[in-house]
């Protein structure tokens, strides 16, 4: 079946799904069981750079678009292949996605620290809430699809670094498990006087009394001042300054407890803005905490960071109309980049095909006999 990526209807109005992901592709369906259709896969190798599989083990090798085949068409080829789980193994057959992956890594324990419930009698209800808390722990702090992505990007750049150099062409294998190993390396790694990895409170409010968000008279704040030399001006401006328990960094990581208590009580007194303004003023790093998912409060409203700094562009999309998206994050003052939008299903099929010579009667021929989609 034609569907094209699972993301394109994982919402419940077509295509809706892919509009951020597939933002800047191209889109070509065409059926690659068929033998017109691995003719069309080898003729866009032979003139590929570089190959992404992220077919879970075994799916490439049954169609025949594995490392050695491809190889094999183009010796040049620089062939990633990204899988979840891995090549082998128990779970190297199975599907994942970033909840699945951030929760075999061990993010979301990671993340819940000491709200984590590890018993065997668990009532329903304590289920259904554990259940909503690991998964968004496991997609938390790092986002598994984000990062794994830029290892992705990272090691196609470097197979394409040794090629320029003179290699041959190779495969390489990178897995979404072994990026969060490396994005967990403080808990992965060990060795001897190895300190604690940071977790989270009790109330999932931060990682210690200098790194937390706070309750304000109105709103909340974020408080991110754990270097020693951030304390004198917080302590001034909160009034903790004469506080004898916590002049010292032994007395403040031996008190958290006290010293988290103590500055709840402070940031009680005054907005959230109104911290904020006044610990900024002494480079102390608080800010207001936002409403609302991350997406609303860069994109949305005239004020919005991303307005404000020109980062948009706005788009047209078949199904949701009019919309913006990010400008690419990196600007070249010679080359800029094109921030294109999502393409439909198949969108690009014919023109791809007359780019590897195929002609309008053969083209037309494969849509007859539903071996592509435009």
């Known amino acids: 079946q034609l569907d094209g990526d699972p993301m394109r209807t994982i919402m419940p109005f077509p295509e809706v799904g892919g509009v951020k992901v597939l933002s800047g592709k191209e889109s070509v369906a065409i059926d690659l069981h068929t033998p017109e259709g691995h003719e069309v896969v080898h003729e866009l190798v032979r003139r590929a750079d570089i190959v992404l599989r992220s077919f879970r083990a075994g799916v490439a090798e049954r169609l025949g678009y594995d490392e050695e085949s491809l190889l094999a068409i183009n010796p040049n080829l620089v062939y990633l292949n990204a899988p979840g789980f891995g090549v082998d193994g128990p779970y190297g057959r199975r599907p994942a996605y970033a909840p699945t992956i951030g929760a075999g890594a061990g993010q979301a324990g990671r993340n819940l620290g000491a709200t984590m419930i590890q018993r065997d009698d668990l009532t329903m209800d304590e ?15 790092n986002n598994p699809d984000a990062s794994s992505s830029v290892v992705v990007a990272t090691g196609m750049l470097l197979g394409l670094l040794a090629k320029r150099r003179g290699a041959p062409g190779q495969g390489m294998l990178t897995t979404m498990l072994n990026t969060m190993t490396h994005v967990l390396s403080d808990d992965m790694i060990e060795y001897d006087g190895r300190p604690a990895a940071p977790t989270l409170d009790a109330g999932l409010h931060g990682f210690g009394p200098l790194y937390r968000i706070y309750e304000a008279a109105e709103g909340w704040v974020f408080l991110a001042a754990p270097a020693e030399q951030d304390w004198g001006s917080l302590a001034s401006i909160t009034g903790l300054d004469g506080d004898a328990r916590f002049t010292n960094p032994e007395g403040r990581r031996d008190r958290s407890d006290g010293l988290a208590a103590a500055l709840a009580e402070r940031f009680l007194t005054r907005s959230a803005q ?9 480079d102390v790093a608080c800010v207001v905490v936002e409403d609302g998912p991350p997406e609303a409060c860069i994109m ?26 990010m400008k690419p994050l990196v600007a070249f003052s010679r080359t800029p980049g094109v921030a ?15 780019e590897l010579g195929y002609d309008e009667q053969t083209i037309a021929d494969l849509h007859a006999r539903g071996i592509a989609v435009a």
């Open 274 to 282: 109104a911290w904020e303004t006044a610990l900024c003023a002494e």
């Open 127 to 141: 289920v259904k809430d554990l259940s909503l808390r690991m998964g968004g722990a496991a997609m938390s702090g």
């Open 300 to 325: 949305e409203g005239e004020d919005a960071i991303a307005r404000r700094l020109d980062l948009l562009v706005p788009l047209e999309h078949p199904v949701i109309g009019a919309y913006e998206r």
């Open 340 to 354: 294109r939008g999502a393409p439909m299903l198949g969108q690009d099929t014919d023109a791809v095909l007359r």
